[in-house]
């Protein structure tokens, strides 16, 4: 099993272009989850998946989008890149049920001069 | 609405040393707990979580937690620190009847010196 994989692992843009991050899981589970990371922030929830077809907003969802492919797969969508968008950007899933452990990707770093 | 403080940013400590990570959460509901590990330039994994049962839980790596809930604490510890334990460490917490989010503190880094 490779778990949560996300491609790419390193991305930079400028301003006002658009790219999408990838994330996929072969785990089966349910739920999948946008985080980013920022310094003396944590992790805050940009957009999540509870089941193949819904989403739902997190904590900072402006400026991006996401879609559920599928079941593997969730992609988050800058549509215009812009510099508060630098940070570490990492996907998730779990099974929804017990243990509910989430398992993370390894990330993507995403600079936007 | 829940929260998780974490309430040091950083922990310099030398090797073989005890040391202590406090996280305190705040909710109205029954809770679960978890602690995250974040090594450079990697994603987080698990080292421990409560669930319920007994309020000491063992996790990967000599850590340990112990869930308090008159303080609404859950700090982590281990006795002898190794330089490979330098890393990012992420409390988190989630409603134990809505485990979709889990609201993770700012995260503490951990430095072990020789």
């Known amino acids: 099993n490779a778990g949560v994989t996300q491609t790419p692992k390193f991305q930079v843009l400028k301003t006002g272009q658009s790219m999408t991050l990838q994330c996929a899981q072969d785990?089966?589970?349910?739920?999948m989850y946008w985080y980013r990371q920022d310094p003396g922030m944590g992790l805050r929830l940009i957009y999540y998946?509870?089941?193949?077809?819904?989403?739902d907003k997190g904590e900072v969802p402006n400026g991006y989008n996401v879609s559920r492919l599928n079941k593997r797969e969730f992609s988050l969508r800058l549509e215009s890149a812009a510099p508060s968008q630098t940070s570490v950007y990492f996907c998730?899933?779990?099974?929804?049920?017990?243990?509910?452990?989430?398992?993370f990707g390894p990330g993507t770093r995403l600079t936007v001069t | 609405a829940q929260s998780v403080t974490q309430l040091d940013s950083q922990v310099p400590v030398f090797e073989e040393a005890p040391v202590e990570l406090r996280c305190n959460y705040s909710?109205?509901?029954?809770?679960?707990l978890f602690w995250y590990v974040q090594y450079p330039n990697q994603g987080l994994q698990l080292l421990l979580k409560y669930l319920s049962g007994s309020t000491l839980v063992k996790g990967i790596n000599g850590f340990e937690a112990e869930f308090n809930k008159s303080q609404t604490s859950f700090h982590l510890r281990k006795p002898s620190v190794h330089i490979s334990d330098t890393a990012e460490y992420f409390c988190?917490?989630?409603?134990?009847?809505?485990?979709?989010?889990?609201?993770f503190g700012t995260g503490t880094r951990l430095q072990v010196f020789p």
């Open positions: 998730a899933s779990t099974s929804g049920i017990y243990p509910y452990e989430q398992y």
């Open positions: 998946s509870a089941s193949e077809g819904t989403t």
């Open positions: 785990m089966n589970h349910n739920s």
């Open positions: 988190a917490v989630s409603q134990s009847y809505n485990t979709d989010k889990l609201i």
């Open positions: 909710s109205s509901v029954s809770v679960y």
